[in-house]
């Protein structure tokens, strides 16, 4: 009889311990499949928009900063933290920027992000913002989503690596405006 006893107190504790564990990994389940800060989709969606790149450097003497209107885009991919950016710098002089963007949600309307890829300038004579050479670019920025509406508020750098013909320098600029989400 006092086997049987501490059989069934065995078996009552087998279950309980069963439950438990059940039970953690139910919990566990729930909150992995819970929409969170980390899986958010902020600045949810690609935009096209329209604004302003202002050349914060210059080259050698005859290589100033310039300033110039810019046309961006983002195409965001849905289920990965990844977005497809371009930028052209257009003005007197032409540079484009494509890059390959890491988006890093900060709320459910703003994203910061690290893009790499190239500033490739179109007229090899000119200065842009950029430069007046094709360069490896890399370009931080973050977006932002107005409340109940399409529009998109960015902003970013692009900083060109060896940009210049002459003195082969670095070149910065900085770009904002205003883009619509599609």
């Given at each position: 009889?006092?086997?049987?006893?501490?059989?069934?107190?065995?078996?009552?504790?087998?279950?309980?311990?069963?439950?438990?564990?059940?039970?953690a990994a139910l919990a566990a389940g729930?909150?992995?499949?819970?929409?969170?800060?980390?899986?958010?989709?902020?600045?949810?969606?690609?935009?096209v928009g329209a604004g302003v790149a202002?050349?914060?450097?210059?080259?050698?003497?005859?290589?100033?900063?310039?300033?110039?209107?810019?046309?961006?885009?983002?195409?965001?991919?849905?289920?990965?933290?990844?977005?497809?950016?371009?930028?052209?710098?257009?003005?007197?002089?032409?540079?484009?920027?494509?890059?390959?963007?890491?988006?890093?949600?900060?709320?459910?309307?703003?994203?910061?992000?690290?893009?790499?890829?190239?500033?490739v300038t179109l007229d090899d004579d000119?200065?842009?913002?950029?430069?007046?050479?094709?360069?490896?670019?890399?370009?931080?920025?973050?977006?932002?989503?107005?409340?109940?509406?399409?529009?998109?508020?960015?902003?970013?750098?692009?900083?060109?690596?060896?940009?210049?013909?002459?003195?082969?320098?670095?070149?910065?600029?900085?770009?904002?405006?205003?883009?619509?989400?599609?």
């Amino acid at each position: 009889m006092n086997h049987l006893k501490r059989s069934g107190r065995q078996i009552t504790q087998g279950r309980n311990a069963s439950v438990i564990l059940g039970g953690a990994a139910l919990a566990a389940g729930m909150m992995l499949s819970a929409p969170s800060a980390a899986t958010a989709q902020a600045a949810y969606g690609s935009y096209v928009g329209a604004g302003v790149a202002v050349g914060l450097t210059h080259g050698d003497p005859g290589e100033p900063e310039r300033t110039s209107g810019v046309i961006a885009a983002r195409y965001k991919f849905l289920k990965l933290p990844i977005s497809v950016r371009a930028q052209a710098l257009i003005g007197k002089r032409t540079t484009l920027v494509p890059t390959v963007s890491y988006d890093l949600p900060i709320n459910w309307r703003t994203d910061a992000y690290i893009g790499v890829g190239a500033a490739v300038t179109l007229d090899d004579d000119r200065t842009t913002p950029l430069g007046n050479k094709t360069s490896f670019a890399i370009q931080p920025g973050i977006d932002y989503v107005l409340p109940n509406s399409q529009a998109v508020i960015f902003g970013n750098a692009v900083i060109a690596f060896d940009a210049y013909r002459k003195g082969g320098n670095t070149a910065a600029s900085i770009q904002a405006g205003v883009g619509l989400r599609f």
